[in-house]
């Protein structure tokens, strides 16, 4: 039998790209794990704080902690960690265009350098790990179904 986890994504900026902007990347699990449902982080002030960045910086979040989990599990079941999140965006990132990219030298179609290629690797990194013995699913859901994950990074970012 599977070990499933189902986790939420979400990431906000205030001043979203500018110079002292602030971000937070939020992970909500629907089971607690590691004695708590859900986390936030700051992101670094370098690179330049993005709301594509803190949705990529969520789902980073999640992978982390769920291979942590895994990693404590006696045995050694197929894996499957579905990550929900609002990001179009971070779902075509590392679903959709990421192999394209890497044939391209990491440019996108327009001749431009991948934007968030450091937490894009990251994540693809740590999905073909789960991969291996398991599988990671993505789902988009609409704002209005985030709300945990939403309002912990928002929380996180605005106090």
Known sequence: MPYEIEVWTDGTCR???EPGSVARA???????????????RPLPQYPTPTNQRAELAGIVLALELATERRARLVHDP?????IHTDSKYAIGCLRDWIDKWRNNGWYNNRGLEVAN????????????????????????VRRELNGNADRLAKEACYN
Do not use: C, H, Q
């Open 15 to 17: 001043g979203n790209g």
């Open 78 to 82: 197929f894996f499957i960690l579905t």
């Open 117 to 140: 290629r450091d937490l894009i690797e990251k994540a693809s990194g740590m999905i073909d790990e789960i991969n291996y013995n398991g599988r990671v699913d993505f789902v988009w």
């Open 26 to 40: 939020s992970a909500w699990f629907s089971r607690p794990l590691n004695g708590s449902k859900g986390w936030s």
